[in-house]
């Protein structure tokens, strides 16, 4: 299998047992926040609308559960985030949810949001964030280290309260999205109704080797050996029943078995009496009949790391062997949504169900996101109440805007009244909306530049203003904030931008000739009072 210029990594190992699961770990140990910067998808799980769907959903969940166990409204709702990792997804989400409590009038009910990561580096961040510790100051939010492939304690950062069978009074909620395609599997087949393993070795250039790390995983080689294997595999009913469904039922294929979402399950399990609703958005496999006539593995190795495509099927049938119920979306191109419980049905939850029928089988967010990739190639051709329509669906999403800022303030001048006031109201929500990451515009100085442009000078030097703190040395920011503030009459303040614009920019000959202009004009006015 070696050639002259590849080395052995590994041979005949269980998938799961691949030390392509530590490397990885390892990266996003490392890379911290960063992985979402550089490298990792984020934003189709982590943006208004996605959130807003789930909200809709566990608010509905809530309703159903305190309608049938009354008692219960006295105890915290807990929600588990697995792999918070930048935290955006946490920000729109608990704003929306607590939105719609108090629309709902739910005042008294207390919901615990918990963002959880396995390295420490994630949560150094979100402590510091500035759209997080509000939510913490609330209340709304804690933090917790949770490692899927570890049964360790759950212990809050903040109040030091244990997840355990003692405060999970309501059912556990999970949220795991983009986090199960990273997750341990192991590989099988099926040929002729028998079920097979298939174990990997690995292979790569030297040149591609830091000491026994793989630099870059696109280059590494993974070759699969099959082995006949019985269904009663694990030796857990509820792993081993899916297996012996897929070796009657599934025709000669290969697929992949979320081993590591099973053993997270299984612990969360134990900790919440056995009552668990989990909310998951990944790529993946959604229906017992796309599994089959596959011939090779479905997983992707992306720089520093790799993914696997989600089997939400084999997720939903542990799920029910253990008391409960899921719900996949119909299968479509792009991503998967679905929802599962454990210990308790969904199909009695009137609210739920409607939630789900909205939010999942109807408008998901897999719909969602077809919807705006092609609104993103047309973007530079659509006049600005189509604009201001697709920012209405997607929530006032900030990184969506970041992309038509300079297309909105060309049509600002020839668009009609009811759309730029529309527009106008939208972009309070914009601002508010606004989640800081590394080597992210900041679209607070869009929202001053699109006042700006309608001469709502205070409106434009507020949010200037703010975005100071995000981008402190930018020319263009001091200098039109020290315009905003001429035309408001506050000249002095004006002086002190244009004059640090200057020193940004000493080349400026614009702001060089306001300064002047400024100074002159308060020379001349105690020579006018006079006269």
Request: glycine share 6%; with cysteine.
């Amino acid at each position: 299998m070696t050639t002259e210029k590849n080395i052995v990594i590994e041979q005949h190992k269980r998938f799961s047992k691949s030390t392509l699961w530590r490397i990885q770990k390892d990266y996003f140990d490392r890379a911290g926040v960063s992985a979402w910067v550089n490298q990792v998808p984020f934003y189709i799980t982590c943006n208004p609308f996605i959130a807003k769907s789930y909200a809709r959903i566990f608010l509905g969940f809530m309703r159903d559960w305190m309608a049938k166990h009354p008692e219960t409204r006295q105890h915290p709702f807990y929600i588990l985030e697995i792999g918070a990792g930048s935290g955006r997804f946490t920000f729109y989400f608990v704003t929306a949810l607590h939105q719609m409590m108090q629309q709902a009038g739910m005042h008294d009910v207390r919901v615990c949001h918990v963002m959880s990561d396995f390295t420490r580096s994630n949560m150094q961040y979100w402590e510091k964030h500035h759209a997080i510790q509000p939510l913490v100051e609330k209340g709304w939010v804690e933090f917790a280290i949770y490692d899927m492939e570890a049964e360790r304690p759950i212990t809050l950062v903040q109040s030091k309260t244990h997840l355990d069978h003692t405060t999970l009074i309501n059912p556990l909620t999970v949220i795991g999205n983009y986090i199960f395609d990273t997750s341990l599997n192991d590989l099988f087949g099926v040929r002729e109704e028998a079920l097979y393993e298939l174990t990997t070795s690995l292979e790569t250039p030297q040149d591609n080797m830091d000491g026994n790390t793989p630099i870059e995983m696109e280059k590494v080689k993974v070759h699969y050996d099959a082995k006949k294997v019985a269904s009663e595999f694990y030796g857990d009913p509820l792993i081993d029943n899916i297996l012996e469904k897929y070796r009657s039922e599934l025709q000669d294929t290969v697929f992949l078995l979320p081993i590591g979402a099973f053993h997270a399950l299984g612990f969360l399990r134990k900790l919440a009496n056995n009552r668990l609703l989990l909310l998951s958005t990944d790529k993946g496999n959604g229906a017992l009949h796309t599994l089959d006539g596959a011939t090779t593995p479905p997983i992707y190795f992306h720089g520093c790391f790799f993914s696997a495509m989600v089997n939400f099927h084999a997720i939903g049938e542990y799920m029910q062997n253990a008391g409960g119920e899921y719900c996949l979306q119909t299968p479509r191109k792009g991503i998967k949504t679905a929802v599962f419980s454990c210990g308790f049905g969904l199909s009695d939850m009137g609210e739920t169900q409607r939630a789900l029928s909205d939010w999942v089988e109807g408008m998901s967010p897999a719909d969602y996101f077809t919807l705006h990739r092609r609104m993103s190639d047309t973007f530079n051709e659509c006049q600005l109440d189509t604009i201001a329509a697709h920012m209405q669906l997607a929530g006032w999403d900030p990184h969506i805007y970041m992309k038509l800022a300079s297309r909105v303030r060309t049509l600002i001048k020839d668009t009609d009244r009811d759309t730029l006031n529309f527009m106008t109201a939208g972009m309070h929500q914009l601002a508010a909306n606004f989640y800081d990451m590394p080597k992210t515009d900041c679209v607070l100085f869009e929202v001053g530049l699109f006042f700006h442009t309608l001469k709502n000078y205070a409106e434009a030097a507020k949010y200037y203003t703010q975005a100071r703190h995000f981008m402190p040395e930018n020319y263009s920011l001091s200098y039109n904030l020290g315009l905003c503030l001429h035309y408001l009459d506050n000249d002095t303040a004006a002086l002190t931008h244009f004059r640090y614009a200057l020193a940004l920019n000493p080349d400026a000959k614009e702001v060089q000739e306001w300064i002047t202009h400024i100074e002159q004009e308060k020379d001349a006015l105690p020579l006018m009072k006079e006269e």
